[in-house]
């Protein structure tokens, strides 16, 4: 436990950083899930409304991953090969 006022700041700005990096972290991987069905779901139905909710899902993932990069939970490097990753598997689909 701290001892002196700046320490205890210290330990309340911690806790408050982990869970905003836990925040964005577990999105990315929830939001990343949520668009790998999707494209599944259009690779067995070929439906274009499928395809345009893949698009739509992998947008609010790369605003997401944005937005992470800019608040540093992930390194630039990080965030551009989760990028590149998806935006590979939606042209593969």
């Known amino acids: 436990m701290a001892n002196n006022k700046s320490g205890k700041k210290r330990i309340l700005i911690n806790e408050r950083n982990r869970v905003e990096n836990r925040y964005y972290k577990s999105s990315v991987r929830t939001l990343t899930k949520m668009f790998l069905k999707d494209l ?3 690779q067995t139905s070929q439906d ?46």
Not at 82 to 89: D, E, I, N, V
């Open 48 to 93: 274009p409304n499928d395809k345009t909710t893949a698009q739509n899902r992998l947008s609010s993932v790369y605003s997401l991953i944005d937005k992470g990069t800019k608040r540093n939970v992930f390194p630039k490097n990080t965030a551009a090969r989760k990028k590149s990753k998806l935006a590979a598997q939606l042209k593969i689909a």
């Open 40 to 42: 599944e779901v259009y």
